[in-house]
């Protein structure tokens, strides 16, 4: 991978608040409106997601109820999907760099390692996106939108002329505004930026950063609601001894993380390997009809995974049905992620993390004593924080994403004992974040 040369890092440099008063007004004024551009195509990108998801699962218990045309429902729900996948596929070849979460393509920017994405990867996105996960791949809508989010900074900057280096910047930075519409989390996609993305604090990017999002989650709320994305009640204020057991739990979360990452990576090594001969579109066609098979028999396993998080947080699922959760989305995320449409690893992963909290809060109530009973809703939303801050080694967004979509504020220290420990042993064990991974598979520089 290339490092910055001594001209990138004066452009970073550049950043400082010796420069912050250098065309500000100008800058600040073309970040509002790309954050308005981006409220309204992330946020109806969301709202397609949200009710053509739901309108696919009614189709299928439609289906198979009555069938269609005379034919079982299954071998529609296989059609459908397969072709649908394959054509989410198909889309990415007429732009690289559009394939999978795009995170790992807006780093690389940042880092002088590629160019910014150009303008035809955003309706391959939108488009891609719907198509792969409408029909219930187990992808999450924060990757597409912060990468389309991205572009439109990044060509905002093209049409009022900025310079250079604030036009890299626009890519970047506008990006947060997508993950805070994904999931109605305007800090956490501040956070991100900052944290993970570009890995340093400036004056300049971060107030970019706050506009975009800023008129971003105002057009997102004035047009498409505000609701939490998980439903939760309120819970008691932990005890020193549920400190000492969530710093434990965060460190299991740690190398759990670092055991997906590894799956994620399997997966795509898995895809490119086996039938190498074979078109990648064909193959997705032909893992896209087995989702489609599941998504008709047993719909609560697909998708991106926000249903079944709220369904976990409930106590709607008993340990059986965790279990078989647990088992069935560790290895479908990896999968839905390995054949390169369009799609994230927010979402799927959340609900990994959920499912795992409360099923080390049905184990641990086993052991401890019935005055020390802890509560599977409380361990499934720390879980959701730790596996997340383990996988992407980004503790303060996934403290500040977890707060921001659950809407409750109760369990922030326990999520901040279990992220630091669960990146403290992520750490130990080597663990590489995944977006790092990622974007090592990269080429060095994209020209799409």
């Given amino acids: 991978m290339t490092q910055p040369t001594e001209r990138n890092q004066t452009e970073l440099d550049d950043e400082s608040f010796a420069h912050i008063n250098q065309g500000l007004i100008r800058l600040l004024t073309v970040a509002a409106i790309a954050g308005v551009a981006v ?24 289906w198979k109820e009555h069938g269609i045309w005379g034919l079982p429902g299954w071998i529609a729900a296989m059609a459908v999907v397969g072709t649908s996948v394959a054509l989410a596929r198909w889309l990415v070849t007429f732009a690289p760099s559009s394939a999978g979460s795009g995170v790992q393509h807006v780093e690389a920017v940042m880092r002088e390692q590629a160019q910014p994405a150009p303008f035809r990867v955003l ?6 996106g719907l198509l792969a996960m409408v029909p219930g791949l187990a992808l999450g809508r924060e990757g597409p939108t912060i990468q389309m989010a991205a572009v439109i900074g990044t060509q905002c900057g093209k049409i009022f002329r900025l310079a250079r280096e604030d036009r890299f910047m626009m890519y970047t930075a506008v990006a947060g505004s997508g993950l805070s519409v994904a999931f109605n989390a305007p800090l956490a996609g501040a956070a ?46 932990a005890t020193p ?20 990452n590894k799956s994620v990576l399997f997966g795509l090594n898995s895809f490119s390997n086996i039938a190498p001969t074979v078109s990648p579109i064909a193959k997705a ?6 989702l489609g098979l599941l998504a008709y028999y047993q719909p609560n396993l697909v998708g991106g995974g926000e249903l079944q998080a709220n369904m976990v947080l409930a106590g709607q699922f008993g340990i059986g049905g965790l279990l078989l959760l647990f088992a069935v989305r560790w290895v479908l ?23 795992t909290g409360a099923l080390f809060a049905h184990g641990a109530n086993v052991i401890l004593p019935t005055s020390t009973a802890l509560t599977p809703a409380a361990f499934a939303l ?10 992407v080694r980004a503790p303060f967004t996934g403290v500040l994403l977890i707060t921001e979509m659950s809407g409750s504020v109760d369990l922030v220290i326990p999520m901040v004992v279990a992220g630091v420990t669960a990146t403290v042993m992520a750490d130990l064990m080597k ?18």
Avoid: C
């Avoid at 309204?40 to 998801?53: K, N, R």
């Avoid at 944290?195 to 300049?204: L, S």
């Fill in 39 to 62: 409220g309204l195509v992330g946020g109806s990108f969301h709202w397609l997601l949200v009710h053509g998801g739901a309108g696919f699962l009614e189709t299928l218990a439609h």
């Fill in 123 to 128: 309706p391959i996105k939108y488009v891609g």
């Fill in 192 to 237: 991100f930026v900052l944290e993970e993305v570009a890995r340093r604090v400036t004056a300049r990017r971060l107030l970019v950063t706050l506009v975009a999002v800023a008129t971003a989650m105002a057009v997102y709320r004035g047009y498409f609601g505000n609701d939490v994305e998980f439903d939760v009640s309120e819970f008691l204020p």
């Fill in 241 to 260: 001894t549920e400190f000492i057991v969530y710093a434990l739990f965060g460190g299991i979360m740690g190398a759990l993380g670092v055991a997906y």
């Fill in 285 to 290: 066609g032909v893992i896209g009809a087995a």
């Fill in 333 to 355: 995320g990896p999968i839905s992620y390995s054949m390169g449409t369009p799609g994230g690893l927010f979402a799927p992963l959340l609900l990994v993390g959920a499912v």
């Fill in 382 to 391: 720390v879980g959701m924080a730790a596996f997340f801050t383990a996988v």
């Fill in 431 to 448: 663990g590489e974040p995944i977006y790092d991974s990622l974007r090592a598979r990269m080429p060095v520089q994209n020209k799409d």
